[in-house]
T-cell receptor
Framework: RKEVEQDPGPFNVPEGATVAFNCTYS??????FFWYRQDCRKEPKLLMS???SGNEDGRFTAQLNRASQYISLLIRDSKLSDSATYLC????????????FGAGTRLAVHP | ETGVTQTPRHLVMGMTNKKSLKCEQH?????MYWYKQSAKKPLELMFV???????ENNSVPSRFSPECPNSSHLFLHLHTLQPEDSALYLC?????????????FGPGTRLTVL
């Protein structure tokens, strides 16, 4: 089983739609959780960290479910500019900051 | 921009060549990382440096040799690579190697091995 799994997509949605991605992780010792955005042929950029209580940043909402070992990302009112690959990443406590990434979910927002 | 630069941005090399990738961060961070991203695969952590000391070698073949002369610079020396080593090589940095520290990525070097 992969340590971090994501549905590769693509998710094709019209502008204005609401879309949600899930990401499951296998190691219950995972401590920190992140969503990154990666545009085609560019580097990943941090979209948001995911906190236990859930957090929101504008149109983006991230949630963590430790019992079921998954994190989610909800995008409301999708824009064309949201088209990208969304990577989830988890890190473990102790030692050092070893981020384990999922393979990413591709989102395509169309007019 | 994120404050992490990488050179060169593109590199084509033969299997017998020796080349080096360079990463520089201008964020005052103490930890630096090398990742490999192959097509349709997750980013794979290769090496971690914290305060210039290597703290992780993720079973990377010896044809990849990292060097960290100071907290701002990180190199990846390449020799006798294989075609399957063709990938995007990303450098990242974070304040330290604490799990909650955000990692900031450079633009990457797209490597093609012929």
């Amino acid at each position: 089983r992969k340590e971090v799994e994501q549905d590769p997509g693509p998710f094709n949605v019209p502008e204005g739609a609401t879309v949600a991605f899930n990401c499951t992780y296998s190691n219950s010792a995972s401590q920190s959780f992140f969503w990154y955005r990666q545009d085609c042929r560019k580097e990943p950029k941090l979209l948001m960290s995911v906190y236990s209580s859930g957090n929101e940043d504008g149109r983006f909402t991230a949630q963590l479910n430790r019992a079921s070992q998954y994190i989610s990302l909800l995008i409301r009112d999708s824009k064309l500019s949201d088209s990208a690959t969304y990577l989830c990443a988890v890190s473990y406590s102790g030692g050092y900051n070893k981020l384990i990434f999922g393979a990413g979910t591709r989102l395509a927002v169309h007019p | 921009e994120t404050g992490v630069t990488q050179t060169p941005r593109h590199l084509v090399m033969g299997m017998t060549n020796k080349k080096s990738l360079k990463c520089e961060q201008h964020l005052g961070h103490n930890a630096m990382y090398w990742y490999k991203q192959s097509a349709k695969k997750p980013l794979e952590l290769m090496f971690v440096y914290n305060f210039k000391e290597q703290t992780e070698n993720n079973s990377v073949p010896s044809r990849f040799s990292p060097e960290c002369p100071n907290s701002s610079h990180l190199f990846l020396h390449l020799h006798t690579l294989q075609p399957e080593d063709s990938a995007l090589y990303l450098c990242a940095s974070s304040q330290e190697t604490i799990g909650t520290d955000t990692q900031y990525f450079g633009p990457g070097t797209r490597l093609t091995v012929l």
